[in-house]
């Protein structure tokens, strides 16, 4: 029987397949890292209108995260469109769930990173990607962003920051990952695998 590998949770809201481009590509770095797995998970829309259930199974892309998804990951990506220069309601909305999680210090020492896609240049990328930062802090996980060791940081004249990626999707949001962010996206999915495997070492050894 082969043991099974820790993963990084790959946690994404995407409404018109923006970050989920996003959330592939970051998948790709991840497993271009030996000993470690991508989990690429869901989570479902938000409404006003308080009867209305969604399906358990989405009719396509990613199946929607659990709490287990997030309990056992050994790192966490996440990703959302920006909506107002803030995450998106259905992602807070999931974390706003795991208070059980917070109280129990199941992400406490574990890596995680963010990513966003917007439709304008300045329409609050950096500040979305802090807003997800933040309640990653209180479950008390290590925040990793992209250093500038990654050229494109400072080539790029669409999306990229030291906070995180982020993907420049344009008005109508069809706007495809160019080079540079795809590179970005990838180094960061690479960078969080690696430092996943280090913290889980770390843990391991009780140090
Ligand atoms: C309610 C709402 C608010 C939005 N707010 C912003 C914003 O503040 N800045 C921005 O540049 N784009 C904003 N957008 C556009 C989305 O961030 C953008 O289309 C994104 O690429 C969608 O990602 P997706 O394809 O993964 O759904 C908003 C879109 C909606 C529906």
Redesign the pocket.
């Known amino acids: 029987m082969t043991a099974k590998l820790p993963y990084v949770l790959i946690l994404?809201?995407?409404?018109?397949?923006?970050?989920?481009?996003?959330a592939e590509h970051l998948a790709a770095g991840v497993e271009s890292c030996p000993g470690i797995d991508a989990r690429l998970r869901s989570v479902p829309p938000v409404s006003t209108t308080c009867e209305a259930v969604d399906p358990e199974i989405p009719e396509e892309g990613a199946i929607y995260a659990s709490l287990d998804d997030l309990r056992h990951c050994a790192g966490l990506a996440i990703?959302?469109?920006?909506?107002?220069?803030?995450m998106?309601a259905p992602l807070k909305h999931f974390i706003d769930g795991t208070a059980e999680l917070w109280m129990g210090g199941a992400l406490i020492d574990k890596p995680a990173t963010a990513f966003?896609?917007?439709?304008?240049?300045?329409?609050?990328?950096e500040t979305?990607l802090i807003s997800m930062l933040l309640p990653l802090l209180h479950h008390g996980m290590v925040y990793a962003g992209l250093p500038y060791s990654e050229v494109e940081l400072m080539e790029t004249s669409t999306g990229g920051t030291p906070y995180g990626t982020s993907?420049?999707?344009?008005?109508?949001?069809d706007r495809p990952l160019d080079e540079h962010e795809r590179r970005l996206i990838f180094a960061q999915g690479k960078r969080l695998a690696r430092l996943t495997l280090a913290l889980a070492a770390s843990r391991s050894k009780g140090s």
């Open positions: 994404f809201y995407s409404r018109h397949g923006a970050t989920r481009a996003m990703g959302s469109p920006t909506r107002f220069g803030n998106a966003t896609s917007t439709s304008s240049l300045h329409g609050g990328q979305t993907h420049l999707a344009g008005k109508r949001s």
